[in-house]
């Protein structure tokens, strides 16, 4: 192995290490009384048992995929989707252990103040942020030394993504069809607090966290990694300069390295300002990611005009983080304009709450989508005007533009940790609540729970940017590799002209759209389920509510797991079959414009989902710091949170997974294109 090699393989080992003296850490502090331990296994037993049923299911589908792929597209892809699934599956898993063991001991160091809660908190997250991007980048790394073309492993990120899809959809239906169903009953008809221990769904709430906010971000974040370094190294080696073949992986690597100095960094001492601590860490560890992006520059692609023209586009990566950052905090965050004027809608009743709420989500793309074009613009003249004579400068101008995007993932690690302490503190809300540990305590986790969810919102949106940016560079690869095998065969015309580009368009545009409204009616399904489970408890057991009898609990998180697994059939399958239909029917043309009519509907609309969700669950909480709970306006607020429940985590965020999985399954597939109806 060379420098080149070595680096990544180091880093990841390294972040590996640190991740598990943060677990032997965590595993040491105090787990605090044998009720709250109780609770806390009732939920990890709940989220084990949903991932069983639905690992039975998935597993038998990838193992069939793996052979099938590897039989008719080659061997190593076989392998590499493999590779891609299991890796995705584990970064849930880990993302859901962390989390149970990290939410109990934060509830327990709620008696000790927000200092400490808050530390056992971001430690927990932190470890989900080391482990799953050195996953990522461990994979990507080994299956690329083994097999040095990237086209040969591209079905790393076919399995990456269907099983992401598959945790995110289910883990989104459970989650929020347990939320609206102990919402809706509990707190909206009943008048009873959050995760009160009388809800017969609280724990099937505290479950959904885990499988939905925990393990569906694992692995959307591990996804989302996979497949923006692979579009990189696909169009690095449509390029063919030998020099840059490492860079993208380089770039992961140096980002990973930074993430481990921005999380040991971390200080919770004298903390008055949750905030303060995360922004630290994180620009600590931007600065160090672009001073290490400049030292492996210069020193394996040496002082040439395209070696900092490409630097140059990593750089616009990592401002592009905060960048996002600082738009969706402005349209999700209870301290600004947007979410205020939401609140202030509450007094009018539900329609006019639920109309500004939808209002405020569609303005945040406005921005949103313009820091991406302006990205897109700035990294594809810089790379594309520095490229060398004689060399394809759209080529480099489509290499800068995915360097940008494995830029901004360079970052997952500490984005990651950022995001991952909110389902953490989350969860040890409930435990406070339900143990009766006394309003204080639950202030401290309602502080951080606070934060977490506009962090939860921030890292939906950079998940989202770096799959618009990655699917663009994807597209290129997927053209190039289509001129490549259909040569000769098929006159590819891309241009609006041609009438199955516009077909193409309209298809994938579209999908975003159905699976969306899929989503959505699926979460409102099982959710009905779940109201109709907790109604009949009450009414079964009135010693339910007068506190004198316990509630069923586990078959609330039983009726949540069958609900959602039998929901996320569908729009797993639009995904895959799509391409592959529409791609036999009509050829390469067709499918370039349905993967980019996916990127233009799909980006914005999960973006606006995002958003429109986390800016009503913000506006709840706003509510409740005013001393407004149990109020008409308090009940206006909670079904507004309601309603943003599928939105920001069901629909939004399985959106970017789904525009990478048609990318990937288009990439794989190319050579069944066959254009059978000639048009």
């Known amino acids: 192995m060379d420098i080149q090699q070595i680096l990544p393989i180091g880093a990841g080992i390294a972040s590996f290490i640190v991740a598990l003296g943060i677990v032997s850490w965590i595993s040491k502090q105090p787990s605090g009384t044998k009720e709250m331990m109780e609770i806390s296994n009732a939920v990890k037993v709940g989220a084990a048992a949903f991932l069983r049923r639905e690992m039975k299911i998935i597993i038998p589908i990838a193992i069939a995929l793996s052979i099938i792929i590897g039989y008719f597209i080659g061997f190593s892809n076989g392998l590499a ?23 109990v001991r934060a509830a327990h160091l709620s008696s000790s103040g927000l200092g400490k809660t808050f530390a056992m908190a971001f430690r927990g997250g932190a470890t989900v942020g080391l482990a799953v991007p050195a996953m990522a980048l461990l994979a990507i790394t080994g299956l690329y030394m083994v097999y040095p073309n990237p086209i040969t492993i591209a079905g790393v990120g076919i399995g990456a993504s269907l099983i992401a899809l598959f945790i995110r959809i289910g883990g989104g239906i459970f989650t929020k069809a347990a939320d609206m169903g102990a919402d809706l009953v509990g707190k909206v008809e009943s008048n009873i607090p959050e995760d009160d221990p009388r809800n017969p769904a609280t724990i099937a709430d505290n479950v959904g966290d885990n499988v939905g906010d925990a393990a569906g971000m694992g692995s959307d974040v591990y996804e989302s990694y996979i497949v923006t370094i692979l579009a990189s190294l696909l169009i690095a080696a449509l390029i063919g300069a030998p020099e840059i073949f490492m860079y993208p992986i380089l770039i992961g690597t140096s980002g990973m390295i930074a993430s481990i100095i921005g999380i040991v960094i971390v200080r919770s001492t004298n903390l008055t300002d949750v905030m303060k601590p995360l922004n630290l860490s994180f620009y600590v560890s931007a600065t160090i990611a672009i001073i290490i992006n400049f030292v492996f520059t210069y020193y394996f692609m040496g002082p040439t005009p395209i070696a900092y023209a490409l630097f140059g586009t990593t750089v616009i990566g990592v401002i592009l983080v905060p960048v996002i950052q600082k738009i969706t905090d402005r349209y999700t965050n209870y301290k600004y304009k947007p979410v205020q004027e939401i609140v202030e809608s509450a007094k009018w009743g539900y329609a006019s709450l639920t109309l500004m709420g939808i209002i405020k989500g569609m303005q945040s793309t406005g921005p949103f989508m313009i820091a991406l074009i302006v990205a897109i613009i700035l990294s594809f003249s810089i790379a594309s005007n520095a490229a060398p004579e004689g060399a394809d400068p759209v080529l480099y101008g489509i290499f800068g533009t995915s360097l940008t995007a494995m830029a901004m993932l360079s970052l997952a690690g500490i984005v990651l940790s950022i995001d991952a302490f909110g389902p953490i503190a989350d969860n040890a809300g409930g435990i406070v609540e339900m143990t009766g ?92 389920k779940m109201v109709d489970e907790v109604r009949r408890q009450f009414k079964a057991d009135s010693g339910i509510l007068a506190g004198t009898s316990k509630p069923d609990y586990a078959k609330c998180v039983d009726i949540a797991t069958a609900a959602s697994i039998k929901e996320l059939w569908k729009p797993a399958v639009i995904a895959i079959i799509s391409p592959i239909i529409l791609g036999i029917l009509l050829g390469p043309t067709a499918v370039a414009g349905l993967l980019m009519g996916a990127v233009v509907t799909g980006i914005p609309l999960a973006y606006h989902l995002a958003n429109t969700g986390g800016a009503w669950d913000n506006a709840k909480k706003l509510v409740e710091m005013q001393g407004d709970k149990g109020t008409e306006i308090h009940k206006v607020a909670v079904v507004g949170d309601i309603i943003g429940d599928p939105y920001k985590d069901t629909a939004g965020p399985a959106l970017n997974t789904v525009i990478k999985l048609l990318n990937t399954i288009a990439i794989v597939f190319v050579s069944a294109f066959i254009a059978l109806l000639a048009l």
């Open 437 to 528: 540990m006394g309003e204080e305590n639950r202030k401290v986790t309602d502080e951080i729970d606070a934060v977490g969810n506009t962090t939860k919102a921030v890292t939906k949106g950079f998940a989202i940017a770096s799959a618009g940016l990655a699917a663009l560079a994807m597209i290129q690869a997927f053209q190039f590799e289509a001129a490549h095998i259909f040569e000769g065969v098929l006159a590819l015309n891309y241009s609006l002209t041609n009438v199955t580009v516009i077909v193409g368009l309209l298809v994938g545009g579209l999908i975003p759209f159905i699976i969306t409204g899929q989503l959505i009616n699926g979460v409102s399904r099982a959710a009905g």
């Open 81 to 103: 989707f493999a590779v891609g699934a299991t890796l995705s599956a584990v970064a849930g898993l880990i993302s859901l252990k962390i989390t149970v063991k990290a939410a």
